[in-house]
């Protein structure tokens, strides 16, 4: 079944603008809260991630957040640059089907000069 | 160390015919994946190996078979290719199952005419 929900699924932003993608996951054990980055015809490379022990981790003009009540995680992408346009994902699991690693639908990042 | 190596980077085949996808990684990863990346979607899970000798079933399996006889590479077989398995194939590797990072090769992109 679906075991994580991406959205939005696209997102159009003017250059310098911020940008928001959440991910909403079903397992409360999950502990463990990656985001992923693929720009056109490479391979997806990991970007930022968060453990259950914090809220919020940032990296210069990245950051995601977690909310394990409403078991949800964003990313968030400040002062948006042409060079961040890419199609971006999170990932989930379920503790009972180890190896099972799912990921969200991806959403696609157009970041206009 | 070169992370995950995909072998090869493309290929044409003509229906019914079958072909091997190698993944090799050199990171001593007991989880290794197959997914396949239809334009403009997501990543979907085709199989899965959660250590040597092991394999499993992932959201698309059907028409592919797997085999992880050693722990540095995860074999992906087409026994009578199909156009609708023309897409991008992806390996991965991680240490964990939802808990690190997933490292991924470079792609094969398949044709299958």
């Known amino acids: 079944g679906e075991n994580v929900e991406q959205h939005p699924s696209t997102l159009s932003v003017q250059e310098g603008d911020s940008a928001v993608i959440k991910c909403t996951y079903s397992?409360?054990?999950?502990?463990?809260f990656p985001w992923y980055k693929q720009e056109l015809g490479k391979r997806p490379q990991l970007i930022i991630d968060?453990?259950?022990?914090?809220g919020e981790k940032k990296d210069q003009r990245i950051a995601v957040t977690l909310n394990k009540t409403a078991k949800h995680f964003s990313l968030h992408i400040t002062e948006t640059q042409p060079e961040d346009s890419a199609v971006y994902f999170c990932?989930?699991?379920?503790?009972?089907?180890?190896?099972?690693?799912?990921f969200g639908k991806g959403t696609k990042l157009s970041v206009k000069p | 160390n070169a992370g995950v190596t995909q072998t090869p980077k493309f290929r044409v085949l003509k229906t019914g015919q079958s072909m091997t996808l190698l993944c090799a990684q050199d990171?001593?990863?007991?989880?290794m994946y197959w997914y396949r990346q239809d334009p403009g979607m997501g990543l979907r899970l085709i199989h899965y190996?959660?250590?040597?000798?092991?394999?499993a079933k992932g959201e698309v399996p059907d028409g592919y078979n797997v085999s992880r006889l050693k722990k540095q590479n995860f074999l992906l077989g087409l026994e009578s290719a199909a156009p609708s398995q023309t897409s991008v194939y992806f390996c991965?590797?991680?240490?964990?199952?939802?808990?690190?990072?997933?490292?991924f090769g470079q792609g094969t992109r398949l044709t299958v005419v």
């Open positions: 991965a590797s991680s240490y964990s199952t939802g808990k690190t990072e997933a490292f």
């Open positions: 397992d409360s054990a999950s502990n463990y």
């Open positions: 968060i453990r259950s022990n914090v």
């Open positions: 990932d989930t699991y379920e503790e009972r089907s180890q190896g099972n690693l799912i």
């Open positions: 990171m001593n990863h007991e989880y």
């Open positions: 190996s959660v250590g040597e000798g092991t394999t």
